[in-house]
Nanobody, 125 residues
Framework: QVQLVESGGGLVQAGGSLRLSCAAS????????MGWFRQAPGKEREFVAA????????YYSDSVKGRFTISRDNAKNTLYLQMNSLKPEDTAVYYC??????????????????WGKGTLVTVSS
């Protein structure tokens, strides 16, 4: 089992920045991909960014490309999401996710094996 705990959410003005963290614990050796999803009020959960550890590739949704950066700190078993130039439409609960075997289905959510409980990001206009 893998446990994921997000932190770093909060209230920020449009144009500002936040950095989310996701601390992983447990059977971390079994994971080879992690990422972030978000769910805005009244909307379905959507893919934000992912990091495939096998090949080192990163992936972003079109809505955040160029503004968000996903990264990891192996020593701390922590995944990050640096969010810049935030917009009110970025307001959502952000969830950390992990996969035992990363595939393209991760971005659809079906390839996710573990989820965090989420952290709320609110961007005011």
């Amino acid at each position: 089992q893998v446990q994921l705990v997000e932190s770093g959410g909060g209230l920020v003005q449009a144009g500002g920045s936040l950095r989310l963290s996701c601390a992983a614990s447990g059977s971390i050796f079994s994971i080879n991909g992690m990422g972030w999803f978000r769910q805005a009020p009244g909307k379905e959960r959507e893919f934000v960014a992912a990091h495939n550890w096998s090949g080192g590739s990163t992936y972003y949704s079109d809505s955040v490309k160029g503004r968000f950066t996903i990264s990891r700190d192996n020593a701390k078993n922590t995944l990050y999401l640096q969010m810049n130039s935030l917009k009110p439409e970025d307001t959502a609960v952000y969830y950390c996710a992990a996969a035992i075997y990363y595939t393209a289905s991760f971005r659809r959510g079906s390839g996710v094996n573990y989820w965090g409980k989420g952290t709320l990001v609110t961007v005011s206009s």
